[in-house]
């Protein structure tokens, strides 16, 4: 047992390691040819982050298929009813995300006040491509090779808890910023643990992609509100602010890291808990 644990683990630190290398190198070749200030350009911002999503889907594919000699039905992205799927996932994860705001709106926290001086409808198209390939990459990094390894071997309950501690780490930057931060922690924990629970229910990739993509692309570029404290790009807002931080997360760290925010990714575990359990 101890043997095939350090099988796995050694594996998944290769996956790990081979991704950090083809990301240092895309990281490098985007400050090369972007300049330092890369970051702040939505195009070269974009870039980096196909080329992120590339660098996680060639180490899954040189460890799925090359390593592990399996085939390409077992890397999670069936074509049958893939955009279905998608579709599904993506308004599930904007409905989940519209209960906190319902809380908030409720209790007189947040209001209706519009401020689109910056809106356009091309850079809202960027920001949601923006949105859409990093939720890929994080999917792949964290749901693709290193769950499918443990899942396969172990359990799904033991896909989803290292998984989870994986999910957690890669936004520590974020969530170790005072209690917001912790409430941050605690939400990406349960939304980890729901696109875990998805990716056992549907068999594929596409449903958690899609939850993970409806949920930060109507916070961020939709209604101008940060996601787990990042700016994804929207220079715009729908509501104002009013109520503490507690339950709003407060400006910087946006709705993730207040009370409400714990509502939607709880919604989301029953709804997927819920869904009858694909044969895929």
Known sequence: MLRRIAISAGKILAFLGLWGALLTAATLTVVHLGGKDFYRDMVWRTTLEALAMLAALG?????????DKRGVATLGFSARGALTTLIGGTLIGAAIFAVPLAILWAQGFIAFAPDLAHFTPGALGIALLLV???????????????????WRKYSGAAAVT?????????????????????????NVALASVLLGLAYLRSGALWLPIGIHFGWN???????????????????????????????????????????AGLAGPLLGIAIVLARRPSMA
């Open 59 to 67: 180490a899954l594919l040189v460890m799925a298929l090359a390593v």
């Open 132 to 150: 859409f390939v990093n939720v890929i990459d994080q999917e792949l990094i964290v749901r693709s090779y290193l769950f499918q390894e443990i």
């Open 162 to 186: 290292v998984s989870t501690i994986l999910f957690v780490a890669l936004h520590a930057g974020a969530i170790l910023k005072g209690t917001a931060g912790l409430l941050a922690g605690v």
């Open 217 to 259: 692309a109507f916070q961020g570029p939709v209604l101008g509100i940060n996601v787990t404290g990042m700016d994804l790009g929207a220079h715009w807002q729908v509501f104002a602010v009013h109520g503490p931080d507690l339950w709003t997360g407060g400006a910087t760290m946006g709705v993730e890291g207040g009370l």
